[in-house]
């Protein structure tokens, strides 16, 4: 059995080195990590640039809608703030003078 292991190990140690022969281990240079970012710069499409844009729209989008909310949820002291559109409407038609609850009817 250690024979055919032994030959299962050297058919193996040929395969890699025929490998090694075939694919060559690249030496880097000193232009590597430009040409890499090259080449990945140049596969980003127009649809990845859109797509960042979209994300900082919503994210900006959301941003204002918490600070606009944050900012209509501070109480206010001036008064007409506390109003409601009615009760300022009810205030502005109010007689100036009482009136009396026993009016004759103009029907009449």
């Given at each position: 059995?250690?024979?055919?292991?032994?030959?299962?190990?050297?058919?193996?140690?040929?395969?890699?080195?025929?490998?090694?022969?075939?694919?060559?281990?690249?030496?880097?240079?000193?232009?590597?990590?430009?040409?890499?970012?090259?080449?990945?710069?140049?596969?980003?499409?127009?649809?990845f640039s859109f797509r960042?844009?979209?994300?900082?729209?919503?994210?900006?989008?959301?941003?204002?809608?918490?600070?606009?909310?944050?900012?209509?949820?501070?109480?206010?002291?001036?008064?007409?703030?506390?109003?409601?559109?009615?009760?300022?409407?009810?205030?502005?038609?109010?007689?100036?003078?009482?009136?009396?609850?026993?009016?004759?009817?103009?029907?009449?």
């Amino acid at each position: 059995m250690d024979s055919m292991r032994g030959n299962d190990e050297q058919r193996l140690d040929a395969l890699f080195r025929a490998y090694h022969a075939a694919c060559p281990i690249p030496e880097a240079s000193a232009n590597f990590m430009p040409e890499l970012w090259r080449k990945i710069e140049s596969r980003q499409t127009v649809t990845f640039s859109f797509r960042r844009m979209a994300n900082a729209f919503v994210t900006a989008a959301v941003a204002l809608s918490i600070a606009l909310g944050v900012y209509l949820s501070i109480p206010r002291s001036n008064p007409f703030y506390a109003q409601t559109f009615i009760e300022v409407l009810a205030e502005d038609n109010a007689p100036d003078a009482p009136v009396p609850a026993d009016l004759p009817d103009p029907g009449r």
